[in-house]
């Protein structure tokens, strides 16, 4: 049997109390704003997604020797894993808010790396 320490049984404890204790997203009330599948309606009219009220970022990552081609592969990378995780409804790249696109040349491979990032909106 493997022996833990106490400071590993503090921690085991502590995670077990949080569990019990501390309240589930969907406990939580946010106000008439928050909707279902965690998003918010913003002051814009949007319904974007959050997590327990704050902001949540998706991303995308993709390369190719086109820099054109890494950043619509990009895109398409956070749209697929948005789809995946959420639904259609939330898989617009269009749609979503605070977007940004990073993408740096690698010589030694020659291709271009791109990060696509946005919170993701329902259309």
Same mark, same amino acid.
């Given at each position: 049997?493997? @022996? &833990?320490s106490r400071i590993r049984y503090g921690i085991l404890f502590a995670a077990a109390v949080a569990?019990?204790?501390?309240p589930t997203a969907s406990a939580v009330d946010y106000g008439p704003d928050y909707v279902v599948n965690y998003g918010m @309606? &913003?002051?814009n009219g949007k319904v974007c997604r959050v997590v327990?009220?704050?902001?949540?970022l998706h991303a995308g990552n993709a390369a190719d020797r086109s820099k054109a081609r890494s950043k619509r592969k990009a895109i398409?990378?956070?749209r697929d894993f948005t789809i995946f995780?959420?639904?259609?409804?939330?898989?617009?790249?269009?749609?979503?808010i605070k977007k940004?696109?990073?993408?740096?040349?690698d010589r030694d491979k020659r291709v271009w790396w791109c990060r696509a990032q946005s919170q993701?909106?329902?259309r």
């Amino acid at each position: 049997m493997i @022996k &833990l320490s106490r400071i590993r049984y503090g921690i085991l404890f502590a995670a077990a109390v949080a569990a019990v204790f501390v309240p589930t997203a969907s406990a939580v009330d946010y106000g008439p704003d928050y909707v279902v599948n965690y998003g918010m @309606k &913003l002051p814009n009219g949007k319904v974007c997604r959050v997590v327990l009220g704050e902001t949540h970022l998706h991303a995308g990552n993709a390369a190719d020797r086109s820099k054109a081609r890494s950043k619509r592969k990009a895109i398409k990378a956070w749209r697929d894993f948005t789809i995946f995780e959420y639904g259609p409804r939330w898989g617009s790249w269009a749609a979503s808010i605070k977007k940004s696109m990073r993408c740096s040349y690698d010589r030694d491979k020659r291709v271009w790396w791109c990060r696509a990032q946005s919170q993701p909106c329902l259309r």
